[in-house]
T-cell receptor, first 112, second 117 residues
Framework: GAGVSQTPSNKVTEKGKYVELRCDPI?????LYWYRQSLGQGPEFLIY????????DSGLPNDRFFAVRPEGSVSTLKIQRTERGDSAVYLCASSQTGLQPFFGPGTRLTVL | AQTVTQSQPEMSVQEAETVTLSCTYD???????LFWYKQPPSRQMILVIRQEAYKQQNATENRFSVNFQKAAKSFSLKISDSQLGDAAMYFC??????????????FGTGTRLTIIP
């Protein structure tokens, strides 16, 4: 596709469940970022991948959050034992190093 | 740590008029980048304009221009001839320039812009 895609668009889950959010970056983009945007806030950085490796995971809030990018393309953000406070829009962005990032439309996660 | 502050949660402007959105930031770095992003209801962040801190000239993109005051750490966005399609959330963002490829952004809390027909 032409842009960054994220699936699902919306996800509703129950407290304590496990969820996976997927990001398909623009083909050829080596850098990939995850951000979390809570209601009424700006996006907050979670993690940055350069290729397959997580080069900066300083934004992950705790060990319930984990992300992978095994082949240097698609990335999955995994959240264990979800809590109501995890409800937010999760945004993914990709870029070629040194160039502007392109954002996806996000996944809205609602934890009941 | 860098912080970005947008003190105007909401702004409104008459169609075809001019509006200015404010942004201040805090950093100890001398070289960095500043951005304005637009987020319509579709949630997709769209880059509006970008400014390199080492450039004294203010960036301009068609109807969008910035007033970059480095000493004051201020970076405001001016939208001229406002159009209905400009209605959105606007986020100011900061990026350090020395992160060896890590181009993570620090965002403000946003300003909701309404265009009055």
């Amino acid at each position: 596709g032409a842009g960054v895609s994220q699936t699902p668009s919306n996800k509703v889950t129950e407290k304590g469940k496990y969820v996976e959010l997927r990001c398909d970056p623009i083909s050829g983009h080596t850098a990939l970022y995850w951000y979390r945007q809570s209601l009424g806030q700006g996006p907050e950085f979670l993690i940055y991948f350069q290729g397959t490796g997580a080069a900066d995971d300083s934004g992950l809030p705790n060990d319930r959050f984990f992300a992978v990018r095994p082949e240097g393309s698609v990335s999955t953000l995994k959240i264990q034992r979800t809590e109501r406070g995890d409800s937010a829009v999760y945004l993914c962005a990709s870029s070629q190093t040194g160039l502007q990032p392109f954002f996806g439309p996000g996944t809205r996660l609602t934890v009941l | 740590a860098q912080t970005v502050t947008q003190s105007q949660p909401e702004m409104s402007v008459q169609e075809a008029e001019t509006v200015t959105l404010s942004c201040t930031y805090d950093t100890s770095e001398s070289d960095y980048y500043l951005f304005w992003y637009k987020q319509p209801p579709s949630r997709q962040m769209i880059l509006v304009i970008r400014q390199e801190a080492y450039k004294q000239q203010n960036a301009t993109e068609n109807r969008f221009s910035v007033n970059f005051q480095k000493a004051a750490k201020s970076f405001s966005l001016k939208i001229s001839d406002s159009q209905l399609g400009d209605a959105a959330m606007y986020f100011c963002a900061y990026r350090a320039s020395t992160n060896f490829g890590n181009e993570k952004l620090t965002f403000g809390t946003g300003t909701r812009l309404t265009i009055i027909p």
